[in-house]
């Protein structure tokens, strides 16, 4: 990445949204009682295979779900489904 | 839940609902309490550029402190009433007459979070993570900043558990200014080293 | 061995999978010891939840932008700084320092 040809830097500026806190919050409480590590969260978000197409509170809650799951202390359909559940009360898709 | 106001989800993010999914599932499961979550938020929340501002205000009036900030920048701020958070270590790096500072984290976006808060879009950005480490100044001179020829660019990339923050020189003209007028000069970008304090009287919000 | 400051390096051109906090832009060039940060857990290894120990100790190292970029124009001797591990470093050739 250090290096690579790019062009002008955006300068917009997004609204945090209260999912992104949550994303924020959650990786951190996660790490402040050991069960992750900045560096597992890293590491998580490297290899992200739609690393590219991630916005970074995207990345960030992404890999914390990678770590749970890799860990074991959650299940990718308990998550699934309660996501699911979550849209439908939301009155989404 | 924390802060949920269904109302208010205007995202379209499928991440929103993953992340909240994660919250209850770990609340349900008494992994994390809604108390630990809810602090963790306060605590970002209750991070700013501001406090990078009182650093820098109080090293411009004060020799001792400014030897502190640039010695030991975690017992610094925790003089200042900042809790500068462990482990990952705060250094502040000075700019003179003869060099300026410019920060960056190529690999992923570190940032001295435990002390300003939420690092700006730009900073995380591919465009500023690849090209701040090769061409500087055509990136500075984006941010309205050319430092003079003779002036050497340092970049530090923040490739480990370090996290930088620029102590810029005092603008000129600003001998009446008390220490909160001082600190209201020193902008976010010039704490990252993009650009340079406001000149006392410009109105630009920089 | 433990490098002093001013002493020369070389960044070690590794290709090793996994995760790494030396940057792609910086394998196999020439810079110096600006000082020892300290020494620290492996994270290449606790970011597979391991104890990183050893620790490893962490260097400030300096380059010459001149040095890393083919086409670096500047008339003043900018300069770059990372944090490198000393695993990633080996001692320099001299560089143009």
Known sequence: ??????????????????????????NSALGARGLQSTDEHRRAIESLENY?????????????????????????????ERAAEIERRWGGP | MSGHHPHEETTTSPYAARIRAIEALLLEKGILTEPEVQDRISYMEARSPANGAKLVARAWIDDEFKGLLLSDGKAAASQLGMDPEHPAEFVVVQNTPK??????????????????GRPPDWYKSFEYRSRSVREPRAVMREFGFEPPENVEVLVHDSTADV???????????????????????????????????????????? | MTYGPGDQVRVLPLEKPGHVRTPDY??????????????????????????????????????????????????AEDRLYADVYEHWLEPGEGGTA
């Not at chain 1, 990445?1 to 959650?26: C, F, K, N, T, Y």
């Not at chain 1, 197409?53 to 990718?76: F, H, M, N, P, Q």
């Not at chain 3, 810079?31 to 120990?53: D, K, M, Q, T």
């Open chain 1, 1 to 26: 990445m250090g290096g690579s040809p790019a062009g002008p830097i955006g300068r917009d500026q997004h609204e945090v949204e209260d999912w992104e806190r949550l994303s924020d919050a959650i």
């Open chain 2, 99 to 116: 060099v300026h500072n410019l920060i960056v984290c190529t690999l992923c976006s570190c940032y001295p979070r435990a002390i300003l």
């Open chain 1, 52 to 80: 590219r197409d991630l916005s970074y509170y995207e990345r960030w809650a992404a890999a914390t779900e990678r770590l749970l799951v890799e860990k074991g202390i959650l299940t990718d359909r308990e998550i699934d």
């Open chain 3, 26 to 75: 910086l394998k196999g060039k020439n810079g110096w010891i600006e000082f020892l940060i300290g020494p620290y857990p492996n994270p290449e290894v606790l970011a597979y939840g391991l104890s990183g120990l050893p620790e490893r100790n962490l260097y400030k190292v300096g380059f010459k932008q001149a040095d890393l970029w083919e086409d670096y124009r500047c008339p």
């Open chain 2, 163 to 206: 996290r930088y923050m620029v102590l810029s020189m005092r603008p000129s003209g600003t001998e009446d200014l008390d220490e909160e007028g001082l600190a209201r000069l020193v902008t976010r970008d010039s704490l990252v080293g993009v650009s340079v304090p406001r000149a006392p009287g410009a109105t630009d919000p920089g």
